[in-house]
Every structure is written in structure tokens, then in C-alpha cells.
């Protein structure tokens, strides 16, 4: 018997994490139906995720998010790694040159505030149990009965995803490090780092602040292993920070705390027909970097772009497909960045360990090292492919450029956008060009069209035309008219006096 859909919309979206919060805001700020489902009936206390890099937070951005979160927690402009490393994150060219340091549900609330803003609609206790896809859409099944029906589903649920899992998609890869406990806790000394990190011999731990007088510790104890959900004493926690910082801070008061198993795995498909994966539910790794979140929030800003101008009938469905082809590259990327923290971090033999030292020393005094590890654990070194003969501009993210309107607004209008990412907060494509270029005219409800600040700068002559997520989608020097309808036409489907 077919069971009638409870409701029906554009987009499923399953888990009402960071990643799937995000999506949801785009696409229904994008006009989108969506629907989000979420297992938990309350707020996890499972937060690992404590840094928020430049890349995402220019991707907040672009959504007008950023200064509120940074509000809530606290910017690093260096990060020490292994006792002796100091990263310089300062050269970065960024509007965001540090990490900035806020409990994960800080970003939640904000992207869920404004995805329920937008429209979305967010439905809590509703467990996926069953899962079918067809030419035209994907029905969705919950524990409790329901059936939701949308033309395209979004996996966001996590390591242990029941859409993956549906779906048939393999998840390999293999446990990275077992036996982490996990704490919240209270100091009565105050580390001198926001976010304090010690690795040797005895193993590892991390503590970062929650911002209200809470500590979240994470640990590893080399000498002492637990099996998952266990749960660790004050004093076992106590040893271990003792043991791998040097300093136990007069940690007391556990409020809560458990153990859990750190995996490194990818879905080699990111899609199958007409649902996609994104977040820990595509790939997933070692804490080491921070870079879990981030990622996920990176892989939504790709996808809701896409799937939005696919629904709205202006992209084939071969820009969907760039979905797999742009981010699970970048996946692949973050396991071996991470795993390769990690596994110096757990160095056993004193060789391995002498190594570390060696390097860690090595790199504190090297600032390419230094900028270059910062880049790419920030996000802002990420690129995606290019057609062959395409402009050097093409695929690359785009730091945040100042812009002048093409034209003085009338008197009373507001002026146009004066950086990028706030151009980019329409959730439309952005035109770069100094010239007037009235053959952008048929576009204008789908785009931004702004000059450089300086227009005799670099890219003085070069016309961009930017993605949704900040990414160049196509670049020429001194373009001509037709070529300039053509890459819109491309990207933007046809314009308003063509259709």
C-alpha cells in the first residue's frame, strides 16, 4: 500500500546540524520549499566542534551572520600545535586573519534563527526509517508514520547516517584513534591559551571554553584505554591533562563526560539520483585541524546554490553533478590534512617524537610553512577545477573586494554593496566589471553588478563573474558583449528579454 506523503515540499533535508541549518537557510532564502528533519528532540551535549576558520566565517559572511558570531566567542591570531609550533594566522588575506574560538551550538542557533526566517520548516523527533527515490522525486519515512515527499533530499545526519546508510553508499575507512574522553568541566585557573593543547608520550588533551565559566575537555591517555559511552573520573581526567599539558588548571565540578572513537572515512558518492550527502555524513575524521564543521558548512554553500537554480529551471542537471566533482576532492584533502595532525600528535616511538619536535621547531620559524598550513586549514586555499583554456581566475574563492556601485542610486535609495560578501547576501550571482555593460541588463534579477573600488587594480581589465558561494565561475579580460551574454546565459539561464 502506498503511504500518502504528510507533506510535500522542494527539499528534504535530514539533520539539523550546522550543515543542514545552513542549506536550509539558503534554499529558502532562495525561494526553495524545505523541510528539515531531525532526530533529536533537544539540543545534543555532543558538541566537539569549537573553531570556526576564515573560510566559513566569510561564508557567514555572505549571510550577514559573522559579526554576531564572532561576538559570542573569542579570536585567535596564532595557534600553537604540539607544545612548540606557533601558526601565524595574521597574513592571511582575509577579512577573518584567526580562528575564532565559540561552542558549535553558537553557530546553530544563528543559522537555525535564520533558516526558520526564510521559511523553513524544521520538524524534531522525526527519525528517517525509510527511504525511496523515483524519475520525479524521494519519499522520506520517519519512525512515527509520516512520509515526506520532496523533489530532492539532502543527507546531513552525521557519521552514522540513516540516508547514507538507505541509501546503500559504503562508508570506508577505519577508527583513527579510540578510547577519546570527552568532559565538561570547570578550572580554577585559567589556561593562557583560549584553546590549550598538549601532546607527548602519555598521549593528548585539548580544552576549550564554552564561554559561561564551562571547559569542554577532549583527551587520549595512551596508558589507559575505555570502551565507548564509558565514563571517565575527575581524577582520570585530571591525570591526563596533568600528564600531556603539565598544568591540570584545578579541574573539578564534571558536569558531564563520556568516551567515544575518532573514525576517518568518505562516501566515494556524494550523490545517488536525487539525494545528496554533505557534512560528517559524507566524510569524516580526526578532530585535529578543527576542520569537521567548517567543511560541512563549506559542502551546504556548494550545494544550495545548485540545487536552488536546478529547481528554478536555470541549471541542467549536470551542475549538480559538480557537486561530487568540486567537494569530495576537498574531502579527500581533509582526512590526509587531519590524519596527518593526528597521527603526529599520537606518536609513540621516541624517533616519530623526536621528528615532531624537529619539524614543529622548524616551522615556528618559517613563515612560509606557517602561512601555507594556515591557508589550508582556514579553507581559503581551497579551489575547484576549471574547464581547459579557462581564464587563471576561474575556481578560485574570491577575498573580499571592495566595490562601488555602477551607478549613483537616486536620491533616498540605499547605495549598493561596498564589499563583496555583501553583495553576496543576496544569495545571487555577482558581475565584477568597471564598465556600465548594459548586455548584463536581462540578468539584473538574478545578479549584482558592481565595479572595483580601484579600478586600476590588478584586475582592472579582467570582468569576474562570481559565484553564490564566492568562487569564480567564469573570467575574461576586456570581454566583448556577445561573449559576456553567453557566459551569463550559461550560468544564469537565459536572460529576461530572451526567455
Known amino acids: 500500500m502506498t503511504v500518502k506523503p504528510t507533506t510535500e515540499t522542494d527539499v528534504v533535508i535530514v539533520g539539523a546540524g550546522p550543515t543542514g541549518l545552513l542549506l536550509a537557510g539558503d534554499l529558502a532564502a532562495a525561494g526553495v520549499g524545505v523541510t528539515v528533519l531531525e532526530k533529536r528532540t533537544a539540543e545534543s551535549n555532543l558538541t566537539r566542534a569549537f573553531a570556526v576558520h576564515a573560510r566559513s566565517l566569510e561564508l557567514l559572511d555572505a549571510r550577514g551572520l559573522a559579526d554576531e558570531l564572532i561576538a559570542t566567542g573569542r579570536p585567535l591570531g596564532s595557534l600553537r600545535m604540539f607544545n612548540r609550533a606557533v601558526i601565524d594566522l595574521s597574513p592571511m588575506p582575509t577579512r577573518f586573519p584567526f580562528v575564532l574560538i565559540t561552542p558549535q551550538y553558537n553557530v546553530e542557533r544563528l543559522l537555525?534563527?535564520?533558516?526558520?526566517?526564510?521559511?523553513?520548516?524544521?520538524?524534531?523527533?522525526?527519525?528517517?526509517?525509510?527511504?525511496?527515490?523515483?524519475?520525479?522525486?524521494?519519499?522520506?519515512?520517519?519512525?512515527?508514520?509520516?512520509?515526506?515527499?520532496?523533489?530532492?533530499?539532502?543527507?546531513?545526519?552525521?557519521?552514522?547516517?540513516?540516508?547514507?546508510?538507505?541509501?546503500?553508499?559504503?562508508?570506508?575507512?577505519?577508527?583513527?584513534?579510540?578510547?577519546?574522553?570527552?568532559?565538561?568541566?570547570?578550572?580554577?585557573?585559567?589556561?593562557?591559551?583560549?584553546?590549550?593543547?598538549?601532546?607527548n608520550k602519555s598521549g593528548f588533551s585539548f580544552i576549550a571554553p564554552f564561554g559561561d565559566?564551562?571547559?569542554?575537555?577532549?583527551?587520549?591517555?595512551?596508558?589507559?584505554?575505555?570502551?565507548?559511552?564509558?565514563?571517565?573520573?575527575?581524577?582520570?581526567?585530571?591525570?591526563?591533562?596533568?600528564?600531556?599539558?603539565?598544568?591540570?588548571?584545578?579541574?573539578?565540578?564534571?558536569?558531564?563526560?563520556?568516551?567515544?572513537?575518532?573514525?576517518?572515512?568518505?562516501?566515494?558518492?556524494?550523490?545517488s539520483g536525487r539525494v545528496f550527502l554533505a557534512g560528517d555524513a559524507a566524510h569524516c575524521h580526526s578532530p585535529a585541524g578543527g576542520q569537521g564543521m567548517n567543511t560541512g558548512l563549506q559542502d551546504a554553500a556548494n550545494l544550495s546554490w545548485k540545487l536552488a537554480a536546478a529547481l528554478q529551471g536555470r541549471a541542467t542537471d549536470a551542475l549538480l553533478d559538480t557537486y561530487q566533482t568540486e567537494r569530495h576532492p576537498v574531502g579527500k584533502t581533509v582526512l590526509r590534512t587531519s590524519g596527518a595532525l593526528i597521527r603526529i600528535a599520537l606518536a609513540e616511538s621516541a624517533p616519530t617524537r623526536a621528528l615532531r619536535g624537529a619539524l614543529t621547531a622548524l616551522g615556528s620559524h618559517l613563515d612560509l610553512f606557517s602561512e601555507r598550513g594556515a591557508r589550508l586549514?582556514?579553507?581559503?586555499?581551497?579551489?575547484?577545477?576549471?574547464?581547459?583554456?579557462?581564464h587563471p581566475q576561474v575556481g578560485k574563492r574570491v577575498p573580499d573586494l571592495r566595490l562601488t556601485a555602477l551607478s549613483k542610486p537616486e536620491e533616498g535609495a540605499p547605495a549598493g554593496p561596498e564589499r563583496l560578501y555583501e553583495a553576496l547576501r543576496a544569495g545571487r550571482f555577482v558581475l565584477v566589471s568597471n564598465d556600465e555593460l548594459a548586455a548584463a541588463e536581462p540578468w539584473a534579477d538574478r545578479m549584482v553588478s558592481a565595479a572595483p573600488a580601484d579600478p586600476h587594480g590588478k584586475l582592472a581589465d579582467t570582468v569576474l563573474l562570481i559565484r553564490p558561494d564566492g568562487y569564480v565561475a567564469w573570467a575574461a579580460v576586456d570581454p566583448g558583449q556577445g561573449e559576456l551574454r553567453d557566459a551569463l546565459t550559461t550560468w544564469l539561464g537565459a536572460g529576461v528579454a530572451e526567455a
Do not use: C, M
Not at 579553507?379 to 579557462?390: F, L, N, Q, V
Open 112 to 199: 537555525q534563527d535564520r533558516a526558520e526566517k526564510a521559511g523553513a520548516t524544521i520538524v524534531r523527533g522525526a527519525e528517517v526509517t525509510g527511504l525511496r527515490q523515483d524519475a520525479e522525486g524521494v519519499t522520506l519515512e520517519t519512525r512515527d508514520g509520516q512520509a515526506h515527499r520532496a523533489r530532492y533530499a539532502v543527507g546531513t545526519d552525521g557519521v552514522r547516517s540513516a540516508v547514507r546508510d538507505l541509501l546503500g553508499i559504503p562508508f570506508p575507512g577505519e577508527a583513527v584513534v579510540d578510547s577519546v574522553l570527552l568532559a565538561d568541566v570547570r578550572l580554577e585557573r585559567e589556561p593562557a591559551d583560549a584553546i590549550a593543547v598538549g601532546a
Open 213 to 271: 565559566g564551562w571547559y569542554r575537555v577532549i583527551a587520549w591517555d595512551r596508558h589507559e584505554q575505555y570502551t565507548d559511552g564509558a565514563t571517565p573520573t575527575p581524577e582520570q581526567l585530571t591525570a591526563i591533562v596533568l600528564a600531556t599539558q603539565g598544568e591540570d588548571y584545578g579541574l573539578h565540578d564534571v558536569r558531564w563526560s563520556s568516551t567515544f572513537h575518532s573514525d576517518e572515512r568518505q562516501a566515494p558518492n556524494y550523490r
Open 377 to 390: 586549514v582556514s579553507g581559503i586555499e581551497i579551489s575547484y577545477p576549471a574547464p581547459k583554456g579557462a
